[in-house]
């Protein structure tokens, strides 16, 4: 074998060996880009429900409803465990014919209030409900006090004139009445 056939050879034989380890690097990068997703795969709900009615109560219904454990999100976007449990109990009320009222209850007595993204009117909520109405309300008496405050502030401002002041504007005014009146006595004399 001859050097210029054995540096072909041994070029060849790096070749394939460079070319088979960034094939493993692919299919390693691959597998693991994959496995990433697989979070992603699980929020896919695969149960179909069994008309297109109750497909549309139950995405209302699980937007509606908190995650318990996940304490800001809705059933529809949380992905815990409990969330699917629900998600999963919440078609199967569904397939049953229960109604959301139904529903509710059943959430509700399991659960607490807390599932409610908008719990119900009752005692123990009414600060809840009554709350944001009692601070626009107090927002806007604030409003109205400063408001009269400042004209008050103004006009107190304009009516605190010192005698000699109060004199000398009632001077001038005078000055002003008189001017208008020989101007319109000489308007009149002209016309005439």
Request: glycine share 2%; proline share 3%.
């Amino acid at each position: 074998m001859t050097v210029e056939a054995y540096q072909s050879f041994a070029l060849h034989s790096i070749q394939r060996l460079v070319i088979k380890r960034s094939l493993v690097c692919l299919r390693a990068s691959l597998l693991l880009l994959s496995l990433l997703c697989l979070p992603a795969w699980s929020v896919i709900e695969v149960d179909r429900l069994s008309s297109p009615e109750l497909s549309a109560r139950y995405q209302q219904l699980v937007a509606e409803y908190r995650c318990p454990k996940c304490q800001n999100q809705n059933l529809a976007e949380s992905n815990s465990p409990i969330s699917i449990d629900l998600r999963t109990e919440i078609r199967r009320l569904l397939e049953e014919g229960a109604s959301d009222a139904q529903i509710s209850d059943y959430l509700v007595a399991r659960y607490g209030e807390f599932v409610l993204y908008r719990p119900r009117v009752q005692a123990s909520t009414y600060l809840l409900w009554l709350a944001p109405a009692v601070l626009l309300l107090l927002g806007f008496l604030v409003v109205v006090f400063i408001i009269r405050r400042q004209k008050r502030a103004t006009s107190t401002a304009q009516a605190a004139l010192s005698g000699a002041e109060q004199a000398a504007l009632q001077a001038l005014l005078s000055d002003v009445e008189n001017q208008q009146n020989k101007s319109k006595n000489s308007n009149k004399a002209e016309v005439e």
